[in-house]
């Protein structure tokens, strides 16, 4: 086999490790905040990965940020994203499905689009299909609310933290694209993780939860996977894919991550994969689709979220 070929391997080996591990996180989650309050849950997950990558920068001798700002500036990349997105999605995740929430988040692209139009009023000519595309994005979330995911009903509490998670993961979005970290990609990572953890470990003690790990061995791995898997491995694999494809073909894995989640909730939680559920995805997906499709040519269209859990 060429290099050529060993490295188009590689690239998809990388491309299906973020559809699987970010897709079954939302799995990962249901089951780890059922014996662990979720805000410590997700503390532990991002404070340990930010700290084993930071510990492996350290050791590598990757030098880290000289200047306080760039540390200012990955606090608060790592707040919006990663306690805006993670730690709401594991709140809800205690009131409805993985799969309900996976289609949910899959919004991100459509809010992102919204707020660029928002923001930069520029992108308000943006052309009929990114219009068309958010219309039938957000109608597709529109009837997963309504008919409650077919034969479920969904918890009104849970709709409105993922849609926070929406939101906030969404301007977090933008603002990282604002800024130009200089140091290594490692370091960014981990320090992104690390402050966010240290976030929502304050908001942890803020609210009261309980911090006790008398658990189930099923949480603790759950715990496990997300920090090895879904945080440390998952990212990893998406710096190298963002690197080695296009950006639009690389963000390809927000489509695949809820029938991930389904499949995985389906499979491992005996959820059930309605009709309702189907359709969703079908129209949820349809419209960022038709969002991305013109991100190849940035300075013409929005660009569009990156999303994980």
Same mark, same amino acid.
């Given at each position: 086999?060429?290099?050529?070929?060993?490295?188009?391997?590689?690239?998809?080996?990388?491309?299906? *490790?973020?559809?699987? &591990?970010?897709?079954?996180?939302?799995?990962?989650?249901?089951?780890?905040?059922?014996?662990? /309050? %979720?805000? $410590? $849950?997700?503390?532990?997950?991002?404070?340990?990965?930010?700290?084993?990558?930071?510990?492996?920068? $350290?050791?590598?001798?990757?030098?880290?940020?000289? !200047?306080?700002?760039? !540390?200012?500036?990955?606090?608060?990349?790592?707040?919006?994203?990663?306690?805006?997105?993670?730690? &709401?999605?594991?709140?809800? =995740?205690?009131?409805?499905?993985?799969? *309900?929430?996976?289609?949910?988040?899959?919004?991100?692209?459509?809010?992102?689009?919204?707020?660029?139009?928002?923001?930069?009023?520029?992108?308000?000519? /943006?052309?009929?299909?990114?219009?068309?595309?958010?219309?039938?994005?957000?109608?597709?979330?529109?009837?997963?609310? &309504?008919?409650?995911?077919?034969?479920?009903?969904?918890?009104?509490?849970?709709?409105?933290?993922?849609?926070?998670?929406?939101?906030?993961?969404?301007?977090?979005?933008?603002?990282?694209?604002?800024?130009?970290?200089?140091?290594?990609?490692?370091?960014?990572?981990?320090?992104?993780? &690390?402050?966010?953890?240290?976030?929502?470990?304050?908001?942890?003690?803020?609210?009261?939860?309980?911090?006790?790990?008398?658990?189930?061995?099923? =949480?603790?791995?759950?715990?496990?996977?997300?920090?090895?898997?879904?945080?440390?491995?998952?990212?990893?694999?998406?710096?190298?894919?963002?690197?080695?494809?296009?950006? *639009?073909? /690389?963000?390809?894995?927000?489509?695949?991550? %809820?029938?991930?989640?389904?499949?995985?909730?389906?499979?491992?939680?005996?959820? %059930?994969?309605?009709?309702?559920?189907?359709? =969703?995805? *079908?129209?949820?997906?349809?419209?960022?689709?038709?969002?991305?499709?013109?991100?190849?040519? %940035?300075?013409?269209?929005?660009?569009?979220?990156?999303?994980?859990?």
């Amino acid at each position: 086999m060429s290099k050529s070929n060993n490295k188009e391997l590689t690239n998809w080996l990388a491309y299906l *490790a973020v559809c699987i &591990f970010w897709g079954s996180a939302y799995v990962a989650i249901k089951i780890g905040v059922t014996d662990i /309050a %979720p805000l $410590f $849950f997700t503390s532990l997950r991002f404070s340990i990965a930010g700290a084993l990558m930071l510990l492996y920068a $350290f050791l590598k001798g990757i030098p880290f940020p000289s !200047y306080p700002r760039e !540390y200012v500036q990955s606090a608060i990349i790592g707040l919006l994203i990663l306690f805006g997105g993670p730690a &709401f999605v594991g709140l809800a =995740s205690r009131y409805i499905s993985a799969g *309900a929430v996976s289609l949910i988040v899959a919004s991100i692209p459509l809010a992102v689009a919204v707020m660029q139009i928002i923001c930069y009023p520029k992108l308000r000519t /943006a052309n009929l299909r990114i219009w068309l595309g958010l219309l039938i994005g957000f109608s597709g979330v529109a009837i997963l609310i &309504f008919s409650g995911g077919g034969d479920m009903r969904l918890d009104l509490r849970g709709v409105i933290l993922c849609l926070i998670s929406v939101v906030l993961w969404s301007a977090g979005t933008i603002y990282s694209g604002t800024v130009r970290l200089r140091s290594h990609m490692i370091v960014q990572s981990g320090l992104q993780m &690390f402050f966010a953890g240290l976030g929502i470990l304050a908001a942890s003690f803020a609210t009261g939860e309980n911090h006790t790990l008398n658990v189930s061995i099923e =949480s603790l791995m759950a715990l496990l996977f997300l920090i090895i898997f879904g945080s440390i491995l998952a990212y990893s694999a998406y710096m190298h894919i963002i690197k080695s494809w296009p950006l *639009a073909k /690389a963000n390809t894995y927000a489509y695949i991550n %809820p029938m991930v989640a389904v499949l995985m909730g389906w499979l491992i939680l005996n959820e %059930p994969i309605t009709p309702g559920i189907l359709l =969703s995805m *079908a129209v949820i997906l349809s419209g960022v689709i038709l969002v991305q499709a013109d991100t190849s040519k %940035p300075q013409q269209v929005l660009e569009t979220a990156e999303s994980a859990a």
